[in-house]
């Protein structure tokens, strides 16, 4: 990586874009200009809002996949609706929206020093993802879950807490078969080891990604408000592996349009 710098001209620094600097004058640097925090946050939340579970059922099977199944755009949901084979392509491509603008944005910012603003870009970068596919303004902010883009944001940000998130969701996965149950306890998993891993002082220079660690996890919890109620009674679907269309009587029936197409066809049906 290499820092941004402008050609130096007369009392000018190499990445200084404010003119030479007077006595006693804080200088402006590139690094240190608000907007690339905001610029940063605004492409990520634009790579983040890509629905690609969406451009699959479209595109490929000519259908709207939030008016099937359980009305979700995510991978799940494809994969009930179009085959397992689309529902890991989609699986893949959310979590790689995820994984790059957390990667290439700080290099585009040309900082790499811990404790840098390349770290508290790269936090903001993957949260403003997460942010994107959950809440995408090109669907009326209706979007999925997160959990797959999460993994390729975490993946990079914190990958002892993406590590111990990931074996825990494998684990859970193959005792319960519950997609939602696998994912709820893979987020909160992550944020408790990637929290001790950042010990002894997770709140001091580390401050950016430990409130990530809170924060990602929590959205995660609230999205998945209606599948907790259903675990709670029992009624959360399992996932069957297989061919489109295998699913339980409770998750396979098509999400009817609201009237005005206001409603979010996920609070419909289950997910």
Not at 8 to 25: D, E, F, H, W
Not at 180 to 195: I, K, M, N, P, R
Not at 208 to 213: A, I
Request: aromatic fraction near 6%; include cysteine.
């Amino acid at each position: 990586m290499h820092r941004l710098c402008l050609p130096a001209k007369s009392g000018m620094t190499g990445n200084s874009i404010s003119g030479p600097v007077r006595p006693g004058q804080k200088q402006t640097t590139l690094m240190n200009s608000p907007w690339i925090e905001i610029l940063a946050c605004l492409a990520a939340y634009t790579a983040g809002s890509i629905p690609f579970g969406l451009l699959i059922g479209r595109f490929v099977f000519g259908i709207d996949i939030r008016r099937k199944g359980s009305g979700n755009i995510g991978a799940t949901n494809v994969s009930r609706t179009c085959g397992a084979k689309w529902g890991l392509i989609c699986l893949v491509l959310d979590a790689l929206k995820g994984l790059l603008p957390v990667w290439l944005i700080p290099i585009a910012c040309s900082s790499t020093q811990a404790g840098s603003p390349a770290e508290l870009i790269a936090v903001l970068a993957g949260t403003s993802t997460i942010i994107g596919h959950m809440f995408p303004c090109w669907l009326r902010f209706h979007g999925g879950k997160g959990v797959a883009t999460s993994l390729g944001v975490v993946v990079v940000l914190a990958p002892i807490g993406s590590a111990a998130g990931f074996c825990s969701f494998v684990i859970c996965m193959a005792f319960s078969r519950i997609i939602a149950l696998s994912s709820l306890t893979a987020a909160v998993v992550f944020g408790c080891s990637q929290l001790i891993a950042l010990r002894p002082d997770p709140f001091g220079e580390q401050l950016p990604l430990s409130l990530f660690c809170l924060a990602v996890p929590a959205l995660i919890i609230i999205r998945h408000t209606g599948n907790i109620g259903r675990l709670c009674r029992g009624e959360e679907p399992k996932f069957r592996f297989g061919n489109a269309n295998q699913n339980t009587p409770s998750d396979s029936r098509s999400v009817e349009s609201p009237a005005h197409g206001d409603a979010d066809p996920e609070s419909q049906v289950p997910s």
